[in-house]
């Protein structure tokens, strides 16, 4: 073990490989959820749930292990809420856009993410994004998130006179679900490890002994990964004029994956007294190539997990604990019969409970300030609303970039702002 101690300087950073390898287990289980979940959403836009299972798998491992070996970062990556979302209900279902379009969009998002990563310009978008806009941005995903799982419960219903309404709340799939969603807080509460994933298979057992869920059995061969692998449509996009949804994409990701990173650095000492950020440039690239990555298997955007943070509260301090995340992933590829027997009305709790996370950045704003909150709450409410993250985001730097000037606050108004802000407005009028 001397050679892994002196790869990823583990005692140097006051860890140790048991350490680590616990560290690896608790982020594991905190973020294993995405497993069933994602293949669930993406199996909506018309994929192929087996091949999505293993490419969400293989996505998640192979981005993982890059982070750890090479950035040598305890953080673990796989596709990312919301941006799954926006694939399905947003691009494919929203846009009437072929899933192979929308593959092709996240692959040209992933390689402008490396290209901005390597030239340095990543960090500049970042930093011209006002953090009022990051904060409702993040609340409006947890928004978006929750509408979904709500309406994948049965919870919420279309109704011709109010748009929506309350469903059969007296339903078999609703009460199961509400009883997912409660279990799933009390074992947060509790701090137990793996509490969405326990909270998912808890309801799912109880679905299947009653008769509302089929089960199909536990383990099983791997799926194939044909139907997703390659497939994308990169000359679709174009086609389609949907470079607009390839920057919606891009900003979403990056306001993901700043948060995220920004977070773990802190709580892992990888911050100086500075303020500098150890290995930043390693973990910003590596998490940029996961995405092209997962597009080739066949998913939607791959981004670092804030759920990592689970696993550095361990005491993962080094990139042996995103190894062992990656090597659980692997483990996992023979329970695709089990995944498939998980019902919608299972899933839909953690996504519930997920956007539940998410919202809680509207705290943070600045609520002296309406030229803050306003812009970045609007956003986040027009994102459930219009089905769009990308119509949330381009309402948002509208509105702000017009509050700002229209109150003289041109220092706020950054050139970043007002790039973005126009983009936006093209959006709406070419999209």
Not at 157 to 170: C, F, K
Not at 188 to 198: E, Q, T
Not at 250 to 258: K, P, S
Request: hydrophobic residues 55%.
């Amino acid at each position: 073990m001397a050679w892994l101690d002196k790869y990823f300087g583990i005692t140097a950073r006051g860890s140790s490989v048991r350490t680590e390898l616990l560290a690896g287990l608790a982020t594991f289980l905190t973020m294993a959820y995405i497993i069933v979940v994602h293949p669930a959403i993406l199996k909506d836009a018309g994929m192929d749930f087996g091949a999505v299972f293993v490419a969400t798998i293989l996505a998640a491992a192979i981005a993982t292990f890059i982070m750890g070996a090479w950035a040598k970062w305890p953080v673990a990556l796989a596709p990312g809420m919301g941006l799954n979302a926006f694939f399905t209900y947003g691009i494919v279902i929203g846009m009437k856009q072929p899933w192979q379009v929308a593959l092709g969009a996240v692959f040209l998002s992933g390689v402008l993410a490396l290209v901005l990563s390597l030239t340095g310009l990543r960090e500049w978008i970042i930093n011209a994004i006002p953090k009022a806009l990051k904060l409702g941005i993040g609340a409006g995903i947890g928004l978006f998130l929750a509408i979904i799982g709500l309406r994948n419960a049965g919870v919420v219903v279309d109704h011709p006179a109010t748009l929506v309404g309350l469903g059969n709340v007296a339903s078999p799939a609703v009460l199961l679900a509400t009883l997912g969603f409660i279990v799933m807080i009390v074992l947060d509460k509790l701090r137990v490890p793996g509490a969405i994933v326990i909270g998912i298979l808890g309801t799912a057992i109880i679905g299947w002994l009653v008769g509302a869920a089929s089960f199909a059995g536990v383990v099983g061969p791997v799926p194939s990964l044909a139907p997703t692998f390659l497939q994308l449509d990169i000359g679709g996009v174009f086609s389609a004029g949907l470079i607009s949804v390839v920057m919606a994409l891009l900003f979403v990701d990056f306001f993901d994956t700043a948060g995220t990173l920004t977070s773990v650095a802190n709580i892992s000492g990888k911050v100086d007294k500075d303020g500098k950020v150890e290995g930043i440039g390693k973990a910003v690239i590596a998490d940029s190539a996961a995405t092209t990555i997962g597009a080739l298997l066949g998913t939607s955007n791959t981004t670092s997990y804030i759920e990592s943070g689970a696993g550095i509260k361990e005491g993962g301090r080094t990139g042996l604990t995103a190894i062992t995340v990656a090597a659980l992933f692997l483990l996992c590829l023979g329970f695709a019969p089990l995944a498939q027997s998980i019902p919608a009305f299972a899933t839909a709790p953690a996504l519930v409970f997920v956007a539940c996370h998410f919202t809680r950045n509207l705290v943070d704003l600045d609520w002296s300030d309406p030229t803050d909150y306003a812009p970045a709450v609007l956003g986040a409410i027009m994102m459930p609303l219009t089905y769009s993250i990308a119509h949330g985001i381009a309402i948002a730097f509208i509105v702000y970039a017009l509050a700002k000037l229209a109150t003289k606050q041109f220092e706020k108004t950054t050139l970043g702002v007002l790039i973005i802000a126009g983009l936006s407005v093209l959006h709406f009028v070419f999209g």
